[in-house]
Every structure is written in structure tokens, then in C-alpha cells.
């Protein structure tokens, strides 16, 4: 049996043409890449959210551990993503916040019944 299976591989390989799939492959990929590239205007300078999330916390006096970390725990899953590329690292802030804020059922301040990205905190870490 073994030998039947080394003898069907080598045929196999023998007729089919590995690398000219490997190099469309490889094209495709490059194509890919330039895209991506041009998209952003090869702008690598990306503004990570980290500190404004840390002034957020703080001007906000609701600098929880937990809550913080939720937070922190969503910018960290949001860079494996194309976030930090298509927003402003601020909205990424309030985003972030009001999700780890209602996954860990805190209370954001609110200002006149407004919310608190567009109350006086509007522009708190920009």
C-alpha cells in the first residue's frame, strides 16, 4: 500500500505544475499588498488609541481596573483589524469605552441627558 501511495504522489506531482500555481499565488498576493497601499496612500504612521483611551479613563474619573483592562482588551483585538487605519484613534476611544462600559454594565456620565462623547467630554482626547 505504501508503496502504491509513493508511486501515485510522484505522478501526481510529475503532472501537476506546482510552481506556476505558487507564482499566480505570489502575483495576486503582491497585487493584494498594492492595493492595501495605495489605499492608505502608503501612510504607515498610524496613531495608536492607547493614550487617549489612558486621558479618557481619567478625565472621565472612572479609571476601574476592570473596566480599563475590558477596554484596553478591545484595542488589542480592534489592531488585528483595519480599524486603526480607517478611524481616528478618538473614535476608537469612544467606541471602545461604551463597549466595555456596557459589557461591564457601568454608567457613563451623561450631561442633559446627552451622552458623554457629545456632552462636555466631547473633545477630551483629541
Request: glycine share 4%.
Given at each position: ?5 509513493r ?11 506546482w ?5 499566480k ?16 496612500t ?8 492607547y ?20 477596554a ?26 461604551f ?6 454594565k457601568?454608567?457613563?456620565p ?7 462623547w ?6 477630551l482626547?483629541?
Amino acid at each position: 500500500m505504501m508503496l502504491c501511495h509513493r508511486f501515485y504522489m510522484r505522478q501526481s506531482h510529475a503532472k501537476n505544475d506546482w510552481q506556476e500555481f505558487f507564482n499566480k499565488q505570489k502575483e495576486l498576493i503582491i497585487v493584494g499588498e498594492r492595493l492595501i497601499l495605495s489605499t492608505i496612500t502608503f501612510d504607515l504612521d498610524i496613531q495608536l488609541p492607547y493614550k487617549p483611551l489612558v486621558v479618557a479613563l481619567k478625565k472621565l474619573n472612572i479609571f476601574r481596573d476592570h473596566l480599563a483592562r475590558v477596554a484596553w482588551n478591545f484595542f488589542n483585538d480592534w489592531l488585528c483589524t483595519t480599524l486603526c487605519l480607517q478611524y481616528r484613534p478618538h473614535y476608537i476611544v469612544d467606541g471602545s469605552m461604551f463597549v466595555a462600559a456596557k459589557l461591564q454594565k457601568v454608567k457613563l456620565p451623561t450631561e442633559k441627558g446627552r451622552v458623554w462623547w457629545l456632552g462636555k467630554y466631547a473633545y477630551l482626547c483629541h
